[in-house]
């Protein structure tokens, strides 16, 4: 077996130059070895090169010499196979999944929001968000980066909005980054939907969020077609199985219209578009909710509430 070891004679070559030369000759090797360039790393060799295991470095073939940027990263294409940049829009990009990591990798806008327990804020966290996609869905966002007001909060290491509860941002940004309003959304508990997504249409209005605004009044009138069925499920879990545990959803589920339907009628004289209008919750509990749930919580209603959803019954019947 070959041997990579040196033989006396090349040790003895080696002896002849200076320490000076020695040093510069592994200074001019090391400086062509490229290492802070897009060369992929190199690969271990399986196979031991001599009896003392000495390992042989080989370098993967596998990846084209001319791919990489310079980081060693392969760029983003658009869907035209152009690299992408922050002013790409995101229709452009060749999926949303790609949009997405190409906006985690972009710049970070670090906002401060407030940790809200029983309506009182408690404490504040900041957290980091994809600039891009914040920028992309928002005029308000837009505004700030175009007029540098950003670079303002960026004194204080931050952008302040600790009126905001972090869990309703956090709610808008998966609402943003689903990328379509019939996409999946676990943004809370199925019983609270109506009251989760008004509170995004509140943010939306907000931050000038046109588009994902049509989504959530897109989301919250699907939500109520989609429980045409809710007598027939009330049927089923509650009345057909009493002690089951499912009455107590079911009442959660009406207090949520309930409340969506109160925060609805206090913005009325404000200047907020919005995405559902009171009488639609009205009517939605008088089409889809089983009587014998809603004559058992009409007490708990807003009387302005319980007294629109008497007459709407009347002029209905």
Request: aromatic letters at 8%.
């Amino acid at each position: 077996m070959s041997s990579n070891v040196p033989t006396n004679e090349q040790n003895a070559a080696a002896g002849t130059g200076s320490d000076t030369d020695s040093i510069s000759s592994l200074s001019s090797r090391a400086a062509n070895m490229n290492l802070d360039r897009s060369s992929p790393p190199p690969l271990l060799s399986s196979e031991a090169s001599d009896e003392e295991g000495d390992i042989t470095i080989m370098k993967d073939s596998s990846l084209s010499e001319e791919g990489p940027d310079e980081c060693g990263q392969m760029p983003f294409l658009d869907k035209y196979g152009e690299p992408v940049h922050e002013g790409t829009p995101p229709e452009d990009f060749g999926c949303w999944p790609e949009y997405l990591l190409y906006c985690k990798q972009g710049a970070k806008l670090k906002i401060r929001l407030a940790v809200v327990e029983k309506g009182v804020a408690v404490g504040y966290r900041r957290v980091d968000y994809p600039a891009k996609i914040l920028v992309d869905h928002s005029q308000y966002f837009r505004g700030l980066f175009r007029t540098g007001a950003a670079m303002s909060e960026f004194e204080v290491g931050h952008l302040d909005l600790n009126d905001i509860d972090i869990v309703s941002f956090e709610r808008l940004y998966m609402v943003m980054a689903s990328g379509h309003p019939a996409a999946h959304h676990n943004i809370g508990p199925t019983v609270r939907t109506l009251s989760d997504l008004l509170d995004c249409a509140v943010l939306c209005d907000r931050f000038m969020m046109h588009q994902i605004a049509g989504w959530v009044k897109k989301m919250m009138n699907d939500y109520m077609v989609g429980m045409a069925g809710w007598s027939m499920q009330y049927q089923q879990e509650v009345i057909n199985r009493p002690g089951a545990g499912f009455d107590a959803l079911h009442r959660e589920r009406v207090l949520d219209v309930s409340d969506a339907y109160e925060r609805s009628v206090s913005m009325l004289g404000e200047t907020i578009n919005l995405p559902v209008q009171p009488i639609s919750y009205v009517n939605f509990l008088i089409q889809a909710c089983p009587r014998v749930l809603l004559a058992e919580m009409v007490h708990e209603f807003p009387p302005l509430m319980a007294a629109e959803l008497a007459k709407q019954m009347l002029l209905q019947s």
